[in-house]
Structure formats: structure tokens, C-alpha cells
């Protein structure tokens, strides 16, 4: 059976993470912080944070070696029932929902190069649903044209970030005379509330460092690879945000840039003209493909766990001659559909950031259960700088949860009805495996 490759998992990665976050969090970050130095410090933290994750997952996913990403960790660290919570929370939230509005964006986009697509509204969700149901027909194929795919979109978004910010460099008429040297007071600068909240913004951009997990039992070789997947897919995410953001400082003004969520399109408008914003609505359009591609590749993968262990959800379980979750993969864009159709997703859509750090920070927690209880457990990869490494993510991630939690009490709640709403489930679910057993 064909697997997936180093650069398609690596590929995954990437894609899950570079979305529209990092065209659009500039603008709130300048509202409260206006030193080049700390703004650009602020994705290499963010980065450095991503990458303590991506490693004590690389322990985590060598040692477990099994699809599903949290749901495997969990279930095998703590409980059944903590692991299907986690399922439920990325079924029903971590995929389904982004994939929507990750779809609905690259509609948005692409309109605005179709002559008079805007007296339909309905094209947006037109093109949305059609990217979907293409992407999904292609990876509940086979793995080589599921890989192929990825790899190919995957290297197009790079290489169209990195031509962007090298053009705009290039190109920029009245580049701003600004220096990403300290100067006095950015150390108390980054000690800040305002660096703090502004973090949270940067960690929600980061969010997908963990995708390859989610295929770890259709990776060749996991326990070898897998740790180099998820560093180097973290690490050039991190160099191309950096990159990114050091870009617009320098080719448009921080007023320009201050409160505005359409950062991209400002700084190309002044590094190429009225024409830069055209540009970057196609750029944008072609970068979401790859975004809704290797989302629908690693959200099923919970689901077919799901289905391998509870007989009720069996048919999810279940594969084609490639080993590829046909149904599951079907399932969830069943689901996404409905969001995009309903556009009810966007409520969802402001406290998912929050589930998903839950997920992650249970998970890295979870290394030092599993170090604790297994000590003699084969980890062909271990943790570098154990124990800070992992401590690093999760001062940083239980600092963001706490700070949403007491700011956003609604959000709050509304997660903790998911949890528990989970919790339920499974019960329920257990209860008819138990009847479906007796029955056999």
C-alpha cells in the first residue's frame, strides 16, 4: 500500500498554517505595540512556541504511532473518554468549521477577478462548495494523488509568499525608513499586556504545527520522519511569517497598517500600485486552495479512528483498496457543506482557537504523564531540551487559555458546553457498543 511521503506530511503541515491569519493580524498588533523590533519579535516567540509543540509532539507521535493526532495521544495517556472528547471537539469544530471559512474566503477572493461576480452573491458559496467537493474527490482516492496534490499547492503558496515579499522589497517606491534593531524599551515592551494579548493573535496563526500527527499510521517510517516533518513545516512557516511581516512594515506606514484587517492588500497597493490589491486577491484565492486541501486530508483521520474503535461509528472506520478513509473523508465535508450553505459556522469560529489549545495543551501535558507511567516505553525520538522544551509550550498556551477564558467569559462557556457535550456522548456511546456486543 502507498504511503505518504516526507513532503507531503511536511506539506500538510505548512498548508494547515498558513491561512489568512497572518495577512491580518499586523493591523491589530500596531493598535498597541509600534516597535518594529517587538512586532517582529512577536512571530519568532510565537514560532519558538510552535516549535517547543511540534517537538514534544515528535515524541509523542514516535512513541504512539497512530493516526488521529489528540485522539490517539489521549485516549492512550489519559482515557478512552478524554480522547473522544478530543474527536469530537476536532470533528465538530477543528476541522469542519475552518475548512468552511477557509472556503468562503477563497470564494470572496476569486470573485473579485470575475467580471460582475459581485451581483451574485451567491458565487461565493458557489466556488466555496466547489472547492471542496473538488479537493475531496481527489484525496478519497488514492495516497499518491492525494500527495501529489498537496505537495503541488503546497510549493505554489510558498513560492508565491516568497516571490510577494521579495517584489514588494524589490519594488516598493517609498519603502519606510524603520529599523528592526532594539532600541530602549522594547524589553519592557515584550514584558507587556500588550505583548501578551497581541501573542494570542500570533499562536492562533501558528494553530496546525500538529497536522502530520493526524496521519501517522499512512506516514512511511513515522517514528524516523515524523519529528522532522513537524520541525521543518514549523520552521518554515515561522521563517515565511517573519518574512511576511517584516515586509509590510517596511513598504507601507504603520498609520496605513494600524486597526485594518486587509494588511495584504495595503502593502501591495503601495508596492505595486492599484493593481496590488487585484494581485493579492488572486494570491490569496490560490494560497486557500492548499489551506482547504490539507485540511480535509487530516480531519477525517479522526474520524476513522473514531470509527476503528467504537462499533457504532464502524463504517468510518473503514477503507478503500488504498487504505484511504473514503467515508470519513465524505462525512466531514458533508459537514462543512452545511456551514458553508448555513454560514452558522462563525460563532463557532471564535472560540475553536480555544478548543484547539485545549487539545494541544492537555496533549503536551500529557509527555510528562506518559515519561512518568512508561518510563520503559521505546521513544525512537526524545524531546530536545526535555524538560523546558515542553514547558515553554505550555506556559505560553496556558497563558493564552487563562487570558480567553477571563476576557471571554461567553466563548468560555460555550467550549466548556462542547467538552461536556462530548462527554455525554461518549457515554451514550458506550452504553450502545455495550448493547451492539450482548446483541452479537
Known amino acids: 500500500m502507498h504511503k505518504f511521503r516526507f513532503w507531503t506530511a511536511t506539506a500538510v503541515v505548512i498548508a494547515n498554517m498558513v491561512g489568512t491569519g497572518v495577512f491580518t493580524s499586523l493591523g491589530y498588533q500596531l493598535q498597541v505595540l509600534r516597535s518594529p523590533f517587538v512586532l517582529i519579535m512577536l512571530w ?18 514516535a512513541a504512539l504511532p497512530r493516526s488521529g493526532g489528540e485522539y490517539n495521544f489521549l485516549s492512550r495517556i489519559y482515557h478512552p473518554a478524554a480522547g473522544f472528547v478530543s474527536g469530537w471537539m476536532s470533528a465538530l469544530i477543528g476541522f469542519a468549521a475552518p475548512i468552511a471559512l477557509a472556503a468562503i474566503t477563497f470564494g470572496t477572493y476569486f470573485v473579485t477577478i470575475l467580471p460582475g461576480a459581485e ?10 462548495s466547489a472547492l471542496v467537493l473538488a479537493m475531496t474527490a481527489i484525496h478519497a482516492t488514492t495516497h499518491k494523488n492525494s500527495g501529489r496534490t498537496q505537495v503541488v499547492f503546497t510549493s505554489l503558496k510558498v513560492a508565491l509568499i516568497v516571490g510577494f515579499i521579495a517584489a514588494a522589497l524589490i519594488l ?4 519606510q525608513q524603520i529599523s528592526f534593531w532594539p532600541r530602549p524599551g522594547d524589553g519592557a515592551l515584550m514584558l507587556s499586556g500588550a505583548f501578551a494579548v497581541s501573542l494570542i493573535y500570533v499562536s492562533y496563526a501558528y494553530t496546525g504545527w500538529n497536522a502530520a500527527t493526524y496521519l501517522s499510521s499512512e506516514v512511511q517510517d513515522p517514528q524516523r520522519i515524523l519529528p522532522w516533518v513537524l520541525f521543518t513545516g514549523t520552521f518554515v512557516v515561522m521563517l515565511l511569517y517573519v518574512g511576511l511581516n517584516a515586509m509590510f512594515l517596511r513598504v507601507a506606514p504603520m498609520d496605513a497598517l494600524s486597526g485594518k484587517l486587509e494588511i ?89 482557537g480555544m478548543l484547539l489549545a485545549l487539545n494541544s495543551f492537555a496533549a503536551v501535558l500529557g509527555l510528562f504523564v506518559l515519561r512518568w507511567r512508561q518510563p520503559d516505553l521505546p521513544r525512537p525520538y526524545r524531546v530536545f531540551a526535555y524538560p523546558l522544551t515542553p514547558l515553554v509550550y505550555l506556559a505560553l498556551t496556558g497563558f493564552t487559555l487563562v487570558y480567553v477564558g477571563m476576557n471571554r467569559p461567553v466563548e468560555a462557556l460555550f467550549a466548556l458546553g462542547v467538552v461536556l457535550s462530548g462527554l455525554a456522548f461518549y457515554a451514550l456511546t458506550v452504553v450502545l457498543d455495550a448493547r451492539a456486543a450482548k446483541r452479537r
Open 172 to 175: 516598493a517606491p517609498a519603502p
Open 119 to 128: 451581483a451574485h452573491p451567491w458565487m461565493v458559496k458557489g466556488l466555496a
Open 44 to 61: 519568532v516567540v510565537g514560532g519558538l512556541a510552535a516549535l517547543c509543540g511540534a517537538m514534544s509532539y515528535a515524541e509523542l507521535g
Open 264 to 352: 495584504g492588500y495595503i502593502a501591495a497597493g503601495h508596492a505595486f500600485g492599484p493593481a496590488g490589491a487585484r494581485f493579492i486577491g488572486v494570491m490569496l484565492a490560490l494560497l486557500l486552495i492548499s489551506t482547504v486541501s490539507a485540511m480535509i486530508i487530516a480531519g477525517p483521520r479522526v474520524l476513522q479512528m473514531l470509527g476503528e474503535d467504537f462499533r457504532i461509528f464502524a463504517p468510518l472506520g473503514r477503507v478503500n483498496r488504498d487504505g484511504i478513509p473514503a467515508l470519513a473523508i465524505w462525512s466531514q465535508t458533508a459537514l462543512t457543506l452545511v456551514f458553508i450553505l448555513t454560514s452558522s459556522f462563525e460563532r463557532i469560529l471564535v472560540f475553536s
